[in-house]
């Protein structure tokens, strides 16, 4: 089990150098110029000026010299300064970064509660109301974008009701009632989105297993249908539920960039949006690499889950 996760971790590096170089590139790539979005607030900023400011970002050398530099500044935990606020990348993310893992979790969960009892009563109510009600729920949470469901929540409860979500971030220090009810709706919003993918596995692959002769067998030993899915089934039927929470999680990281902005939250995805809107390039270069680690070492967890559930799998 060590020699594999070893190898994956060598596997992941480079993925992440990947991630990193494209991201480098690609935000230099973009129309428009830094230096002249600095200075478009002095009117009396000379062209001696643009250069000074550009040799002082480093933008004056080419990328590859950019992304040695930048690389070996990394090795020694430095991201860089902000081009704006002037404050390192790393103190950013590490105020920020805890706000949007906790609503990415607590998405996930909410989602998972909802996929996982309803994907069952789905198949061993196969072709009831129940199931009927069940997959059309899947299949609208799956076709609704989860931003314009946000943006749904926000205005017309004021409109119709006087009465709107929470949009100023309460945190754990000012009361854990009033964090819990702030982020209740942005991550229930997001998981209900995420869930309908999984709610789908879920029925599938319940429907598969309950098919089967040990299934039967089960059955014809006389025990009940809670304690043959509990017993026999579940195990079975969650490895490849298991991989689609996976991707989930990956989904939420990426869904908390609209969400974070729409609810007003402290986050890494609203810090990433208003970075790419400034051209930011530290900080997006820093949110784009602490991302890609995050959904790496995610997909490495579900991997290593697939053993605890089926033993016969075996990474050695």
Known sequence: MQRYIARRVLLAVPTILFVMFATFAMVRFVPGDLVELILAENPYATEQDKIELRERLGLDQPIPTQFAKYSVNLLKGDMGYSHWTNRPVTQELRDRLPVTLEFGLLAVLLGLLVAVPVGIISA??????????????????????????????VIFPVIWFGWAPPLT????????????????FPAFILGVNLSGSVMRMTRTMVLEV??????????????????????????????????????????????????????????????????????????????????????????????????TLDPRISYS
């Open 169 to 184: 971030y309460v945190g754990w220090s000012e009361g854990p009632a009033g964090h819990l009810y702030y982020m209740f």
């Open 210 to 307: 309950m098919r089967q002769d040990y299934i039967r067998t089960a059955y014809a030993k006389g025990l009940t249908e809670r304690t043959v899915l509990v017993r026999h089934a579940m195990k079975n039927a969650l490895i490849p539920v298991i991989t689609i929470i996976g991707l989930q999680i990956g989904g939420a990281i990426g869904g908390t960039l609209i969400i974070e902005t729409i609810f007003n939250m402290p986050g890494v995805g609203r810090y990433f949006i208003s970075s790419i809107l400034a051209r930011d390039y530290p900080s997006i270069q820093g949110v784009t690499l602490v991302l890609a680690v995050v959904v790496v070492f995610v997909n490495l967890a579900v991997d290593l889950v697939y053993a």
């Open 124 to 153: 061993i109510r196969q072709d009831t109301l129940a199931d009927y009600i069940a997959r059309s729920f899947a299949i609208l949470s799956i076709s609704v974008p989860y931003f314009f469901t946000a943006t749904l929540l």
